[in-house]
């Protein structure tokens, strides 16, 4: 993985880590995060203009599907790169 991309990968996650963390203080209210791109770290591919369902501090759905829920929040990536589930800002990725 080269150092640019893996700079554009641990900036986007900070990015769009930020308004997430401070908008779970309900976490009975989802958050969708539209307009993402998703490192898929099971089968090692990018999966692009995904939508991202947060429910309760956990994520419900990754799907490149519209979704729509009740009362929650929408957050849009901007076109971002997130990597669900890495929590080290300098991680070594096989």
Known sequence: MTSMFRSGVVASVLVLAAPV??????????IV??????IDGLNEVLI????????????AQITTEDVA???????????LTMDPGLADAHPHRN
């Open 48 to 59: 692009e203009d995904t939508n991202v369902v947060i429910e309760g501090n956990l994520i």
């Open 21 to 30: 963390a401070g908008a779970q203080d309900d976490p009975a209210s989802p």
């Open 33 to 38: 995060i539209t307009n993402v791109n998703v």
């Open 69 to 79: 829920v009740a009362s929650g929040q929408v957050i849009d990536g901007g076109g």
